[in-house]
């Protein structure tokens, strides 16, 4: 067993064992110019201070051969799974599907919707196409989790109020304890990213634990 002693609300063991890290949605669509964040009327800039410490997590799992997750929120050339509610919502400048400077808006297999170079998934790590915004619903992931026999999930990605707290929440649900690492997430609005730690954190622990990287470091290494 392991302890990350300084999480909040308080102190989360678990067993490496049966631990993976998942990393939400870190594509060049949310993080880089041009893309579906910015169409959204973003500061896409703000996301970019989390890459070294979403590197360095990602590192930290693979040097202990622990199961890592990618997901890619996108769908379909033919949107057949894209509800009308959601390409139609707002006034984007470009809708999901719409062509943009890294190809189609949001969908796979164009360069907008590749994980960033930087955290690029090696092979035999899971990469989880979803079209919502949490990564349970319309995916298998709920079956890889089940196979690999995990049960406490370590959170990272963007954006920590969107795609990362329904993440969290849905796994809540299903019987995960679930630890979000507070400096390899980030939102284009700051407060958000404070609430949403606040939220996980409160009524002890709601939604699960919040810890930083070196907090989580020290518990798989020891104090470096
Ligand atoms: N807009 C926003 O903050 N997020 C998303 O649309 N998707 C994810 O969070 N991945």
Partial sequence: MATVSAALPFALEFDPTTTALIVIDMQRDFVEPGGFGETLGNDVSLLQAIVPTTAALIELFRDHNLPIIHTRECHQPDLSDLPSSKRNRGAPSLRIGDPGPMGRILIAGEPGADIIPELSPLNGEIVIDKPGKGAFYATDLGTHLSRLNVRTLIFAGVTTEVCVQTTMREANDRGFDSLLVEDATESYFPEFKAATLAMIRAQG????????????????????
């Fill in 205 to 224: 622990g709601i939604v699960g634990w919040t810890s930083t990287y070196s907090q989580l470091f020290e518990a798989l290494n020891g104090k470096p």
